[in-house]
């Protein structure tokens, strides 16, 4: 059942077996692992059902780096949180997200990686990734490209033991957000309370145990909240905070006797660093399967990455890259001097970018000749769905590959707080995130390692960008609360338990101890799924003893 929490008694008290806070795709997953083995589920939403910029702005926060964002922009309060804000564009007029799990090497303990290494392997996790596939509706076939190539999509021949095409699987968020409000309506021991926003959670007199969690509604009644268990599902940013806001008891935050909450804040940076020349125009046509296409059923994007035996022998940090067409001309004189102008601008160096004007007057026929083509060009020419556009071969003169880079955990990058009260009185949100030498360097020399693949298989080679640029990153955030056995070097143990908290538990990314390049939606739910029976196998007993 849904309840708006506004309509609580002011000073309500409710219970539950298990309440979970937050309703992203850790929350929901939880939310029909656990009830359907008869547990009482509490789900409580900041949000509403709907988008509402008032909710919103609670998740405002302040970057003090100028390197990042502001956390507002990459989160969502709202049922649903951040699966609503999907925007990769799939077959079918939808849009979803990319669905990987990590690689086996993201798990290991990487001498040239400081704070790496998960306390289980990839292979424990497996069988968690296909029960996430299923809950997820993607296809179980492998991840390997040759399962999904046809007569006209075929992997680029390039050396096995040098560079290796994988897939993505795109899948909606609509499926999974109807199954989880059908499931809540129908169960009658699932409740999610939306428009209640957690501002504390309160230990218990043995200081080990979460008593009660203080929520505060939209319309200001206050209520509390008493359960057997506790779950943090808010998000990797939002799970520290909460932590962090919880002082009454200790004074720098629950989990934050030796500092570690909200350090180690990880993502994904977004790193155009070169550019691909096919050797000639007739590649252009057979590059399909690196675009978005449904194959028997699933919706597929193939990408570029490096076998993990390049990655231990290079000593590098992992990274997968999609191929993005650009037009004839994209990088001539008369373009890339208008590009740069407009870099300088938004960098407020006028000065700088008005020198450069002459260059772009020199070359001012590559521009017009860009300009028509670009007008002539269809409209969808660089999005997904380029391979279906006729006359390839004539349309697109490069490939510019996207690449995800894995970000090494490092604990000077995290999220604290501000002095700044939101409008129900809690601080805010402050995020302090580099982007480390370490993850250019590397990307710089595996794109060396891709260019030499490309020229000894003769499909022309990629040139490095005169200005390499990092996107706004993945908006992934990991890290914050991470995973350890030992409580010197990490939030939580292996269970996903707070240590010295014996029922307060943390799900999604902030429990990651490294992040490899992967979306990390999959492993979200693998670890969800996982945590689920951690929670049936230590509850049920007190279950069944209380119905008998």
Known sequence: MFQDARTLADNARLTADVCIIGSGPAGLTLCQELGSAGLRILLVES?????????????????????????????????????????????????????????????????????????????????????????????????????????????????????????????????????????????PNIDCLFRATVTELVPGPSSNRIEYLRVLTSNRKQAQIRARVFVLAAGGIENARLLLLSNTVFSAGIGNARDLVGRFLMDHPLYYFCEWVPSSPALFPLLGLYDVRTVQGQCVLGRLTLPEAVLRENRLLNLSGVLCPKPKGYRSKGIEALREMRLLARQKQLGRSLALAPRACINCGDILAYAWRHFRAPKRASLSFWSMLPNTEKTFGSMEPEFYLEQPPDPSNRVSLSMELDSVGCRRTLVTWRWGQQSRDSAHRAGMLLNKSFERARLGRLVPLRHPRVHTPGHHHLGTTRMHNSPAAGVVDANCRVHETNNLFIAGSSVFCTGGYANPTLTIIALAIRLADHLKKELQPLTVRQRD
């Open 47 to 187: 949000g509403g059902m709907d988008f509402d910029l008032e909710r919103q702005s609670l998740l405002r926060g302040e970057d003090t780096t100028g390197e990042y964002f502001d956390p507002v922009g990459a989160r969502r309060s709202q049922f649903g949180g951040t699966m609503t804000m999907w925007n990769m564009e799939l077959t079918g007029n939808s849009m979803g997200a990319r669905f990987v799990p990590l690689d086996a090497i993201d798990f290991e303990t990487r001498d040239l990686v400081s704070y790496s290494g998960w306390p289980f392997s990839r292979a424990y996790l497996d069988p968690y990734y296909k029960q996430a596939e299923e809950l997820c509706g993607l296809s179980s076939n492998t991840y390997e490209a040759a399962v999904w190539e046809d007569e006209c999509n075929r992997c680029l021949q390039l050396p096995a033991c040098e560079a290796i095409t994988r897939i993505y699987k795109l899948r909606s968020a609509e499926p999974l957000l109807m199954a989880a409000r059908k499931l809540i309506n129908a169960s």
